[in-house]
């Protein structure tokens, strides 16, 4: 091995210092073929000494550490991602949704001739979108076929989704140290239960 090439116990942290290994680290990273990667960073003759290379210690710690660098990025995106994900589902589940609402009063004339009179009507009708907040108007998909109801997604479907972030939906593992019946209260609900718990805040389990 020549000088070049960095201490056998080193963590691949640092770039090797190996110019043409470094490239070659790098490109079976990328999903380079051995001997092509091999050729890409300068090197002839690949048959066996591209083998050889690969299984140099600071060739399998750099790979390695790259390799470590990328599972640790794709947990953050996913963390980031998970999120704002629940972020989202919350908003769906504990809008208020009446908030989207006001009533309107409308005069209207029942009746004919001697009998005719004016009534006054109550009635509940969509904002102007203007006047809606932006949580407010995250929440309208569209129109219903009426013309009048905002599409909305449902509030039970963004409740169960929570649920499964949270892995309810899985079966309950305990520690030895739950009693039978203490085992029996956490899993004994119903969906229904279930779903109208996790709707009240602060709420963290369910005394019997």
Do not use: C
């Not at 490109?27 to 380079?32: H, K, M, P, R, T």
């Amino acid at each position: 091995m020549t000088k070049d090439v960095q201490n056998e116990t080193d963590d691949g942290s640092l770039p090797l210092l190996d110019r043409k290994r470094e490239i070659f680290a790098r490109a079976l990273f990328e999903g380079i073929e051995l001997g092509a990667a091999y050729e890409l960073a300068g090197f002839k003759r690949p048959r066996g000494n591209a083998n050889r290379m690969e299984r140099e210690p600071s060739i399998q710690a750099r790979l390695n550490f790259l390799r470590r660098e990328l599972d640790e990025a794709d947990l953050n995106l996913r963390s980031a991602r998970r999120h704002q994900l629940r972020q989202q589902l919350t908003q769906i589940a504990t809008a208020d949704r009446l908030g989207l609402f006001e009533e309107v009063k409308i005069r209207k004339m029942v009746g004919r001739g001697r009998n005719a009179r004016t009534v006054t009507l109550r009635r509940l009708q969509m904002k102007p979108l203007a006047d809606l907040t932006p949580d407010q108007r995250a929440l309208v998909e569209g129109i219903e076929s009426d013309g009048l109801r905002p599409a909305m997604p449902p509030k039970l479907g963004a409740l169960v989704q929570l649920a499964k972030l949270d892995g309810l939906d899985q079966p309950f593992k305990f520690s030895g140290e739950l009693s039978v019946q203490e085992k029996h209260d956490a899993t004994d609900w119903t969906r229904e239960e279930l779903l109208q718990v996790l709707n009240e805040s602060g709420v963290k389990g369910r005394k019997r």
